[in-house]
């Protein structure tokens, strides 16, 4: 809540009203807290969109809230609830995901509180571009670092189900018949067939020696990629049961180190991939803002107030 008193000075922004400073940081924190457990139970896609909310919120709270120390209390408060989820008792990565996420929320906070204080008149889209730098930092370094280092750098069945179900629609444009569901043995000979088919020497086969000429072709193929994944391919299983052994294969035979120096390239690609498409993020949760901006004014809980301001100018004498 930004209030203002009037002195012989001009405006000054004060604490505003308890109340509504206490509703605006519950409502940002319950929707962090809200977030934050959908990701850790899998569920990505409610977690997104409450994620969205909450960064709304956030950036919400700290253009309202004019006071360093109230600022400063409601990130802290903020960043507790969206980090209860993932806590684990005595583990480092943890604590040192935490501890970035306390310092990047607070530093896009005040970013913004001071961005705001040296405006003339309030541009939304400049305000949610500075806070949202540390700001969206700050949830893609905490949330990578909490996923992958802190479950010991393994991959439950569900997120990698979901991964082959996300990926399914790019790849079934290569290979025919893909999914995740699909049987691995029958996909291989499916694949091995359509490269086949335009062979005129095995057209010119029987029925029984192109099933036998395929599902020899079938069994090479399935070789060569165990020997190039170092993994067995269960050819009775489905496309999701051997991705989910291949993948947990692979991390679980990674030492410490090399799971801590994969964890920050990955860590490093993501946040790298979500800077590159910065303005596709600030760009719509600068209208949410506006939009949140505009109904609290509404509804009157905020109010605006003009200020006198001096300003220093330097000129020649």
């Known amino acids: 809540m930004v209030s203002v008193e009037v002195n012989k000075g001009g405006v000054k922004q004060g604490s505003g009203s308890p109340l509504k400073f206490y509703i605006l940081v519950a409502l940002a924190t319950l929707t962090g807290l809200g977030a934050s457990y959908l990701f850790s139970t899998g569920s990505f896609l409610y977690g997104t969109v409450l994620l969205v909310l909450f960064l709304t919120l956030f950036v919400t709270e700290s253009l309202l809230i ?5 600022l400063i209390a409601a990130v802290v408060l903020n960043s507790v609830a969206f980090a209860i989820p993932f806590a684990k008792p005595f583990s480092l990565f943890f604590l040192g995901g935490f501890i970035i996420l306390v310092l990047f929320l607070i530093n896009g906070a ?19 571009r500075v806070i949202s730098r540390s700001m969206i930092t700050a949830v893609v370094v905490f949330l990578s670092v909490v996923i992958i280092l802190n479950n010991n750098f393994s991959a439950s069945r569900a997120s990698i189900n979901r991964l082959v179900d996300i990926t399914t629609p790019i790849i079934s444009r290569f290979v025919n018949g893909f999914s995740g569901g699909a049987n691995t043995g029958e996909l291989l000979k499916s694949i091995t067939e359509k490269e086949l088919s335009g062979d005129k020497n095995f057209i010119a086969l029987s029925v029984r020696d192109r099933r036998t000429v395929v599902e020899n072709q079938a069994n090479e193929l399935k070789l060569k990629i165990e020997e190039l994944t170092g993994i067995t391919i269960d050819s009775g299983a489905s496309i999701r049961e051997n991705a989910y052994e291949m993948i947990n294969t692979k991390l679980s035979s990674l030492t410490p180190k090399a ?21 596709l993020i600030y760009l719509p949760l600068a209208v949410l803002v506006f939009l949140v901006y505009e109904l609290l004014f509404a509804m009157k809980f905020i109010t605006m107030q003009m200020e006198m301001r001096s300003k220093e100018v330097i000129s020649l004498r």
């Open 110 to 128: 005040y970013s913004g509180r001071r961005e705001m204080d040296n405006m003339v008149k309030i541009h939304f889209t400049r305000l949610v």
């Open 66 to 70: 004019s006071s360093r120390f109230h």
């Open 259 to 279: 799971q801590i120096y994969w964890s920050m390239v990955l860590i490093a690609v993501l946040w790298l991939s979500i800077q590159s498409v910065e303005f």
